[in-house]
Nanobody, 123 residues
């Protein structure tokens, strides 16, 4: 079972940028589709962005044009570049993985999850 570790969270002001990273312990990273989800206090976990094992990307509407998901198969790494952050982007951000799936935005698409990293955007 692959282990996922997120990093890069922090406290920023509205309008700032932040880059999250996720590393995965596997020798077959290129087989994995990867996703980012977030959970704000008192709310359900929601989809943020995903990149399939073929490199196709998907975003929730509220982050389109502000967030960019990317992967580096040589480094077993997944990144989420977040620009123009808003207070409603606040939450714990989770990295998720599953082999050979086409991400639909559902958390149930993914089999493995990281522990999360906190992002707080102050207005």
């Amino acid at each position: 079972q692959a282990q996922l570790v997120e990093s890069g969270g922090g406290v920023v002001q509205a309008g700032d940028s932040l880059r999250l990273s996720c590393t995965i312990s596997t020798r077959t990273f290129s087989r994995y589709s990867m996703g980012w989800f977030r959970q704000a206090p008192g709310k359900e976990r929601e989809f943020v962005a995903a990149i399939s094992w073929m490199g196709h990307t998907k975003y929730r509407d509220s982050v389109k044009g502000r967030f960019t998901v990317s992967r580096d198969n040589a480094k077993n790494a997944l990144d989420l570049q977040m620009n123009s952050l808003r207070s409603d982007d606040t939450g714990v951000y989770y990295c998720a993985a599953a082999q050979f799936i086409v991400p639909t935005g559902r958390a149930t698409d993914f089999r493995e999850w990281g522990q999360g990293t906190q992002v707080t955007v102050s207005s």
